[in-house]
């Protein structure tokens, strides 16, 4: 089957493999740190490479639409393994910041340099459907209004904040309902590409992407256990290492993935990659770590710090004014790129 890929494919191919197994066995033969962190962050870029290829020999049958659920589906898999590692270690603060990290990189970082990138490919002016931005504005705010409502109840001590798991699991379970509804109707209508021949054949592709997801979560999490030393050692908060670095890290995949589309003219698929992500994280990921969380001893609920309640709710409006005209220039790309500075920059003095 490894036939209709070109040399320079099945080349670098191998190269991931091996790159993998050798962090693998770092990681398990007793590695140093420092070494497992080099070679853990050549793998994720590899693996990138491998979800970014398959993604698209997917996406010549199926359009942008299912491509970019499934793409975004294993490309979150490394979030899901950190935080339940983090979980399961009782390291909550970790946890949360890296859901928010996954968010905020996405929406603002990712979004941005793909914005930059497709804009620079067309010349000046990006386009693309206007329905997947605003239908991610929706289950954004959606999940957000739980986070506020939270919010508020907890810092005013009334008596809902005695039941915040109560009140997070009946919320999760809103939200996943609502996120089917949305992916079931969003795939029904999605437009046929009109292709009926692609280079590289179905099973392959859809193998390639599996087996890449699963590599970026064991990757990920080699990864970041290997920053925990460096951390200690520079005196960076847990804040700013799960927003920021864990944020960075697990996101590898959407940012090589969306930035490689855009930079090729394929606009609707590399807003759908990152776009889908957005969506997944606040309505599937999140909501489904709050309930898988009930079976371990610390429970993870959507009561978050007021400054990012504040940063998440500004966070949507931003990314739906930008996006949701369907068209997108340069400077707005920069603009996103900069609201993720600046709350990294107040993460870091958190």
Wanted: with cysteine.
């Amino acid at each position: 089957m490894l036939a209709c890929l070109t040399m320079r494919e099945r080349v670098l191919l191998g190269i991931v493999g091996l790159v993998v197994a050798a962090t693998a066995v770092l990681e398990y033969g007793g590695g140093s740190e420092v070494s497992v962190f080099v070679v853990a962050a050549l793998a994720l870029a590899g693996v990138a490479w491998v979800v970014s290829f398959a993604t698209e020999a997917v996406g010549e049958r199926f359009g942008p639409a299912l491509t970019g659920v499934l793409q975004s589906t294993l490309g979150n898999l490394p979030e899901l393994f950190v935080v339940l590692f983090a979980l399961s270690a009782g390291e909550l603060v970790v946890a949360q910041y890296s859901i928010l990290g996954s968010l905020f990189a996405n929406a603002l970082l990712v979004l941005g340099l793909v914005i930059l990138a497709g804009s620079r490919a067309a010349g000046g002016t990006m386009r693309f459907g206007r329905r997947l931005p605003n239908d991610t504005a929706t289950l954004l705010l959606l999940a957000i209004f739980i986070i506020v409502l939270l919010g508020v109840s907890d810092r005013a001590g009334d008596e809902a904040s005695q039941h915040q798991v109560a009140i997070s699991v009946i919320g999760a379970v809103v939200l996943l309902a609502v996120y089917g509804v949305w992916v079931f109707f969003y795939l029904r209508e999605r437009e046929d590409t009109g292709v009926t021949e692609a280079r590289v054949p179905l099973p392959l592709a859809i193998g390639l992407l599996a087996g890449a997801g699963v590599a970026a979560a064991f990757v990920s999490d080699w990864f970041v256990s290997a920053l925990a030393p460096a951390i200690d050692s520079l005196g960076i908060s847990e804040e700013f290492t799960g927003l920021v670095i864990v944020g960075i890290a697990g996101n590898a995949v959407e940012n090589v993935v969306g930035i490689s589309l855009a930079a090729k003219g394929q606009n609707d698929l590399a807003i759908s990659v990152v776009k889908n992500s957005v969506a997944q994280i606040a309505a599937f990921l999140f909501p489904l770590l709050v309930l898988l969380s009930l079976f371990l001893d610390t429970r993870l609920t959507f009561v978050l710090p007021a400054v990012y309640v504040g940063a998440l709710l500004l966070m949507a409006i931003s990314v739906w004014q930008v996006t949701q005209d369907g068209e997108a220039v340069a400077f707005e790309g920069l603009a996103l790129v900069g609201f993720y500075v600046i709350l990294a920059v107040i993460t870091f003095y958190e």
